[in-house]
């Protein structure tokens, strides 16, 4: 019953998002078929005018606007992209793999890296390692993101050219073949490395308090009393109870794999959902755009869902509260 609840309240939210994408071009001043072409509409005439609008189903009663809309979302018609002149639904289809290579390849690596590091410092908290580490992550986590991308593109490309610094394969390479194979992971390095770099503090952050804080229970310090060894204790006892504020980090940062890093694809030319949402807001190019949106908005629902599901398999006492309640 709980989880027939939590599940209405996320359609209910969705139904929300759904109705918040298609209001916004059609409830900000001025004319709506501006925010869907963009300026040029006001020096045509007043039938390339009308056909446009005909175009977008903007000629209709709003009603009638929204019972298209929801019907396209489900069938998978989001509408034309005037950048490609395509079906919005294949152009985020196109984009959709890379971000999710190159988002994926970065959760994964400072998932790792945040955790070992977290642990290691919550363990010697208070000495140089914690200390070192501690300096470390807020001095990466006070630059731009951007910045840190254009030191690696200046020292990895231009200075030693090592890796590539644009795009996401070689054009000359044949899909499918090994030197495509190669190019892709050539140019994965640099995007994966920067958000690596940008996003760890925070799972390491994250790791650090969940982990001093389960150490100083009275479960920790009895285990310390029967004499288990401190790797022991640190890994069988105080992780396995520190878990649920890193699973929680780690679950809403998938929600995130969709939405991508536009800086980070914006300045490596590459070719996710982040580069293409800066490029329908340089279009104006607003049916992508929302399509981008809606995307983002689900993925990121998933993620939370995701997320409320799993806090009952984690920890019992989150079983017990339901149980009362």
């Known amino acids: 019953m709980i989880y027939l609840k939590t599940v209405g309240q996320y359609l209910f939210i969705f139904f929300i998002i759904l109705c918040i994408n298609f209001a916004l071009p059609r409830i900000a001043p001025g004319d709506p078929a501006i925010y ?92 140089n390692k914690d200390v070192g580490s501690l300096i470390t992550v807020m001095f990466m986590g006070s630059l731009p993101p951007f910045w840190i991308a254009m030191l690696l593109i200046t020292l990895f490309s231009a200075t030693l050219e090592w890796f590539p610094s644009f795009g996401a394969y070689a054009i000359s390479a044949e899909p499918g073949s090994f030197e495509f194979f190669v190019s892709v992971l050539d140019r994965l390095f640099l995007p994966v490395l920067t958000l690596t770099l940008v996003n760890a503090g925070r799972m390491f952050l994250t790791t650090r308090s969940s982990m001093i804080m389960a150490m100083e229970e009275d479960y920790v310090m009895m285990a310390h009393a029967k004499g288990l060894k401190e790797i022991a204790v640190v ?28 800086i980070i694809e914006t300045v490596f030319s590459y070719p996710g959902i982040g580069n293409t949402i800066y490029e329908s807001v340089i279009a104006r190019d607003y049916s992508l755009l929302q399509g981008c949106f809606l995307i983002i908005s689900i993925s990121i629902l998933l993620a939370n869902f995701i997320a409320d599901l799993g806090y009952p398999l984690l920890d019992p006492r989150v079983r017990r509260s339901v149980t009362v309640g």
């Open 235 to 262: 890994f069988k006892h105080a992780f396995r109870n520190a878990l649920l504020p890193v699973y929680t980090y780690t679950v809403l940062e998938m929600g995130q794999l969709i939405a991508g890093a536009a």
């Open 36 to 127: 869907l072409v963009g300026e040029d509409i006001q020096n045509m005439s007043d039938e390339e005018r009308n056909n446009v609008l005909a175009e977008f189903k903007l000629d209709r009663p709003v009603l009638t606007q929204f019972k298209h809309y929801i019907a396209g979302i489900f069938n998978g018609d989001l509408g034309t992209s005037l950048i490609y002149g395509l079906p919005v639904w294949s152009v985020v289809l196109s984009r959709l793999p890379w971000t999710l290579l190159v988002m994926g390849v970065s959760l994964v690596i400072t998932v790792l890296i945040g955790m070992v590091l977290g642990i290691v410092a919550a363990w010697k908290r208070g000495g």
